[in-house]
């Protein structure tokens, strides 16, 4: 489909304007494929946490509560975006933007299947990490700008927060960027045709995985890390003075790095698009390879994003000290030993 | 006192932070107003600010006879309606030397109890909305809401139910009550596990309650701590225990006393403590005694003129109801010993030092009820 597009637009335009004319279209693309997901992924959370806690959940804007995001978005439409008076105008009303733009730049190396990706550059991981990390910017202009104590209470715990746990989330992406001996994303999801990293790269991918897990989560502010926003602590944390849509664009923020971070997971460690192959099981192989790339990607990354909601329901906050604690005394040393361990077994030649 | 009551704090230094949480904020689970001086994220000091849902009870209970005021104390500590309203009518019984049938005193044990497991469910499961655990909530929830529903059906309401009257209590209870209370019990008993899974074993609830708040023995006794904060430093207190009232003579159960003194120990002592209450539910509901419900006392109660002092063991600790009588149809003064009241006090000596995540823990581990501190 995506070749039939460029054949049109080649047709109508002029090179140089067909190839704008494409980057526009799949900007477009990403947008929408965020803002759907954000639907869905909000339907989900509600409704898992709602079973969680024996409830219904959503139930009454349209069938089973389907509706119910589109009215939530509504709703936040049409009320006033309030700027407090003493803020800093300028910085508050640009925060909510930079954040939502900043997680959306993410996207761009991401592989939704073989033939669909934006932008394979050969340092893809890195990008991805690189501009991830700029969202703490927007928080902690959010915060500042607000001129509330509990909003600079929230953005100073966050800016700790994420500057920490990039650290173990960039040395356990490290460990599957050595193994499979490539920066770029498509490479990454090549070199796992015969088996994803978290099966065939022994027990330091597994390790790998579940640092990546914990970091990523916290990366994300997300219970049991949501210190940022601590509801009972800090009310809201950085974004208690937004309203309107500028909260919304924080939403939308979080709930796109969610989907970064569930991509990326499954890209290092699941094998991005590649399908489930057992052994030598050719009749299962066959039909599993009869399941479209994207579904499998899609499939991946909505489990992981079940497992960061189902954490979120599950677990009572950590204490800024002991989130710290966590990080520093035996997240990180335990990714560098696993980063050693896994380049010495890359080194040998240990894996399938 | 000076805890609880005094002036503003003021900033002294750069490095310092006056924030204020509360009258309106999540944790404070009302209008408490606490003004905290933080270095970072490090409680230097704070002082809590009273009196935004003072109705001034006290001072309407002397405009209002004596069978009328017992329902406004419904209003103090809220999630104790019930045993409020008991320790009324006892003082007033007290005054008139009233016989109250034995069925009635055993109903109001049975009531008594089972506000106090409501109670504590409530609080359990506010102790996990406080530490960021939302689904506990509901779990507690559960429960309760079995409770309330029998009240309900005995008594018409829910939560300030009115039910005690001087001299018995207001109506016999429903056909159902014995059922539906069995039924409540073994679903609890079964259902324990799932609060001790959810929160109790959770090595994150642990690590932020263990050795967190801690208040010593001596502290407890000299802010005057009573119930589960006072038992969890290791001072026996049950009222229950030490002056039974109702029918808290004919039951065996124990009561719950750790020395820890932190946290986790107030946590461990309520949830402990909701178990005795199920014994004693056990113990009774089987025995109550047929009879009266209640004994026909005069329209108009004039007790002789003196001084009448009544306590209970509400789910929150002492209640002291101080009753002066001149001999007319309403009280000259009526005092209440709150509870609350001087366990917030304690609120300050274990704060400090701690973080902001510390002090949220340990407001969830008072489990302060505010309108029973302003009354």
């Known amino acids: 489909m995506t070749h039939w597009i460029g054949e049109k637009l080649n047709a109508l335009f002029s090179p140089e304007w067909a190839a704008y004319v494409g980057y526009i279209l799949a900007g477009l693309a990403i947008i929408i494929l965020v803002v759907v997901m954000a639907v869905v992924s909000i339907y989900l959370e509600r409704k898992i946490a709602a079973f969680m806690q024996m409830r219904l959940g959503p139930m009454r804007v349209g069938k089973w509560g389907t509706l119910q995001a589109f009215a939530d978005v509504f709703k936040l439409m049409l009320k006033e975006p309030l700027t407090p008076a003493q803020a800093d105008k300028q910085l508050f009303n640009i925060a909510p933007y930079l954040v939502l733009t900043v997680s959306f730049l993410a996207?761009?190396?991401?592989?939704?299947?073989?033939?669909?990706?934006?932008?394979?550059?050969?340092?893809?991981?890195?990008?991805?990490?690189?501009?991830?990390?700029?969202?703490?910017?927007?928080?902690?202009?959010?915060?500042?700008?607000?001129?509330?104590?509990?909003?600079?209470?929230?953005?100073?715990?966050?800016?700790?927060?994420?500057?920490?746990?990039?650290?173990?989330?960039?040395?356990?992406?490290?460990?599957?960027?050595?193994?499979?001996?490539?920066?770029?994303?498509?490479?990454?999801?090549?070199?796992?045709?015969?088996?994803?990293?978290?099966?065939?790269?022994?027990?330091?991918?597994?390790?790998?995985?579940?640092?990546?897990?914990?970091?990523?989560?916290?990366?994300?502010?997300?219970?049991?890390?949501?210190?940022?926003?601590?509801?009972?602590?800090?009310?809201?944390?950085?974004?208690?003075?937004?309203?309107?849509?500028?909260?919304?664009?924080?939403?939308?923020?979080?709930?796109?790095?969610?989907?970064?971070?569930?991509?990326?997971?499954?890209?290092?460690?699941?094998?991005?698009?590649?399908?489930?192959?057992?052994?030598?099981?050719?009749?299962?192989?066959?039909?599993?390879?009869?399941?479209?790339?994207?579904?499998?990607?899609?499939?991946?990354?909505?489990?992981?994003?079940?497992?960061?909601?189902?954490?979120?329901?599950?677990?009572?906050?950590?204490?800024?000290?002991?989130?710290?604690?966590?990080?520093?005394?035996?997240?990180?040393?335990?990714?560098?030993?696993?980063?050693?361990?896994?380049?010495?077994?890359t080194w040998l030649g240990w894996i399938f | 006192m000076e805890n609880i009551i005094g002036s503003q704090i003021i900033q002294s230094s750069d490095d310092e932070f006056i924030i204020n949480v509360g009258p309106q904020h999540p944790s404070t689970h009302g209008v408490l107003h606490l003004q905290l001086k933080l270095d970072g994220e490090k409680i230097v000091d704070l002082k809590p600010f009273l009196g935004y849902i003072h109705r001034g009870i006290e001072k309407m209970s002397e405009s209002l006879n004596y069978k009328q005021f017992i329902y406004l104390t419904s209003r103090m500590d809220y999630l104790s309606a019930h045993i409020n309203n008991q320790a009324c009518c006892?003082?007033?019984?007290?005054?008139?030397?009233?016989?109250?049938?034995?069925?009635?005193?055993?109903?109001?044990?049975?009531?008594?109890?089972?506000?106090?497991?409501?109670?504590?469910?409530?609080?359990?499961?506010?102790?996990?909305?406080?530490?960021?655990?939302?689904?506990?909530?509901?779990?507690?929830?559960?429960?309760?809401?079995?409770?309330?529903?029998?009240?309900?059906?005995?008594?018409?309401?829910?939560?300030?139910?009115?039910?005690?009257?001087?001299?018995?209590?207001?109506?016999?209870?429903?056909?159902?009550?014995?059922?539906?209370?069995?039924?409540?019990?073994?679903?609890?008993?079964?259902?324990?596990?799932e609060y001790d899974e959810l929160l109790t074993n959770n090595p994150i609830f642990q690590s932020r309650t263990i050795g967190v708040g801690y208040l010593s023995r001596e502290e407890a006794i000299s802010l005057a701590c009573t119930g589960p904060v006072a038992r969890a430093s290791g001072i026996s207190c049950d009222v229950r225990k030490k002056e039974p009232y109702d029918a808290y003579d004919?039951?065996?159960?124990?009561?719950?006393?750790?020395?820890?003194?932190?946290?986790?120990?107030?946590?461990?002592?309520?949830?402990?403590?909701?178990?005795?209450?199920?014994?004693?539910?056990?113990?009774?509901?089987?025995?109550?005694?047929?009879?009266?419900?209640?004994?026909?006392?005069?329209?108009?109660?004039?007790?002789?003129?003196?001084?009448?002092?009544?306590?209970?063991?509400?789910?929150?600790?002492?209640?002291?109801?101080?009753?002066?009588?001149?001999?007319?149809?309403?009280?000259?003064?009526?005092k209440f010993r709150t509870p609350n009241f001087s366990n917030l006090g304690a609120l300050k000596p274990m704060s400090l030092g701690g973080k902001i995540g510390d002090l949220v823990a340990i407001m969830a581990s008072l489990d302060l009820i505010i309108p029973d501190i302003d009354r």
Not at chain 1, 128 to 149: P, R
Not at chain 1, 182 to 210: E, N, T
Not at chain 2, 281 to 286: K, T
């Open chain 1, 107 to 345: 996207f761009a190396p991401i592989a939704f299947s073989p033939s669909l990706q934006l932008w394979d550059m050969n340092i893809g991981v890195l990008y991805i990490t690189s501009v991830s990390s700029m969202g703490v910017i927007g928080i902690l202009m959010a915060g500042w700008a607000s001129n509330n104590k509990y909003s600079l209470l929230g953005a100073m715990r966050s800016g700790a927060q994420i500057v920490s746990y990039e650290l173990s989330a960039g040395i356990a992406i490290l460990t599957i960027v050595m193994m499979s001996g490539s920066l770029s994303v498509s490479g990454i999801i090549k070199s796992q045709a015969d088996g994803w990293w978290i099966f065939k790269g022994h027990i330091p991918a597994l390790i790998a995985f579940v640092i990546f897990a914990i970091a990523s989560t916290a990366e994300l502010n997300r219970a049991p890390f949501d210190l940022a926003e601590a509801e009972q602590e800090l009310t809201a944390g950085f974004h208690t003075e937004y309203s309107g849509m500028q909260f919304a664009m924080f939403f939308l923020a979080e709930y796109t790095n969610m989907f970064i971070v569930s991509m990326l997971g499954t890209t290092l460690f699941l094998g991005g698009w590649m399908p489930l192959h057992i052994g030598n099981w050719d009749a299962f192989n066959q039909i599993m390879d009869k399941i479209p790339p994207f579904l499998w990607f899609f499939g991946k990354v909505f489990i992981s994003l079940f497992m960061i909601i189902w954490f979120r329901w599950t677990f009572p906050r950590l204490r800024i000290d002991q989130l710290l604690k966590l990080e520093w005394k035996y997240l990180l040393p335990i990714g560098m030993v696993n980063l050693v361990i896994g380049s010495i077994i």
């Open chain 2, 90 to 193: 006892l003082a007033i019984e007290k005054a008139i030397q009233a016989e109250v049938p034995e069925r009635a005193r055993v109903i109001r044990t049975l009531m008594a109890e089972l506000t106090r497991l409501a109670s504590h469910q409530l609080w359990w499961g506010s102790t996990g909305l406080d530490m960021g655990a939302v689904s506990p909530f509901f779990y507690a929830f559960r429960e309760r809401e079995m409770i309330l529903e029998i009240f309900e059906e005995t008594c018409g309401s829910r939560l300030t139910m009115n039910y005690c009257v001087p001299g018995g209590v207001m109506n016999d209870i429903h056909p159902d009550f014995v059922r539906k209370v069995k039924q409540i019990i073994k679903q609890f008993r079964d259902n324990l596990h």
């Open chain 2, 250 to 334: 004919r039951v065996t159960f124990d009561e719950i006393i750790t020395t820890e003194g932190d946290c986790f120990a107030r946590y461990k002592v309520r949830l402990e403590e909701m178990k005795q209450s199920m014994n004693i539910i056990e113990q009774l509901i089987d025995n109550i005694p047929a009879g009266e419900y209640r004994t026909k006392i005069k329209g108009i109660i004039k007790p002789p003129a003196g001084e009448y002092y009544q306590r209970v063991e509400t789910a929150r600790g002492e209640l002291g109801i101080y009753l002066v009588s001149d001999g007319t149809n309403k009280p000259y003064r009526i």
